[in-house]
């Protein structure tokens, strides 16, 4: 059985009916439940995921009630473990910040690969850059896939 720690954009791509890649996400997600697979996802993703559902650049954006709704659902139909990033994480992000010149935009990126690091967890993204991170299990999903 593998541990995901899914990206915020394959949650939001989820979701969202309009997003370029919800077909993508679905499909990988009804997947890996449908082969007893698990989810993990620390509180500051699921935050994330709430104010991307907020923003005006969908052509309806979600209320802030809708948006929590959606993510509650979201973490039910999962199965997913809501989580803190754990504490080797720290670690690990000092690490990366030392010797990958992270900048600014980076840090959130850097935190969630970390904890996927320190959690053995397979950290599921259509984010190709996260390959740049040692040791991390990434799995990148195909935008078009479905």
Known sequence: MIAYLPDVNVIVASLRVDHDCHRSAQAFLEGARREGHSFMVPVEVLASVLRLLTL????????????????????????AQVTAHPAEGWRVLLEFSRTLKLTTRAMPDALLAASAIASRAVLVTFDGGFARYPGLRVDVLDPRAA
């Open 56 to 79: 005006g650049c969908w052509v309806n954006p979600e209320s802030s009630a809708t948006a929590a709704d959606l993510a509650r659902g979201w973490v039910e139909a999962a199965g």
